[in-house]
């Protein structure tokens, strides 16, 4: 049986980092993520 509601972005967001870890997890990615497509590199 299907449920009747999905959860939302913000309630899945609540429920994942609540722990540490993934807390950990996101902001380095969001570091690569950074790192990688938003540092230009410097031009001779």
């Known amino acids: ?3 009747l509601a999905v959860a939302g972005l ?3 967001l ?6 540490r870890a ?5 902001l380095l990615f969001w570091w690569w993520l ?3 497509f ?3 590199p410097p031009q001779p």
């Open 1 to 3: 049986m299907a449920p």
């Open 10 to 12: 913000s309630t899945l």
């Open 14 to 19: 609540d429920l994942v980092l609540q722990e």
């Open 22 to 26: 993934a807390r950990v997890t996101v």
């Open 34 to 36: 950074g790192w990688h």
């Open 38 to 40: 938003l540092v230009v």
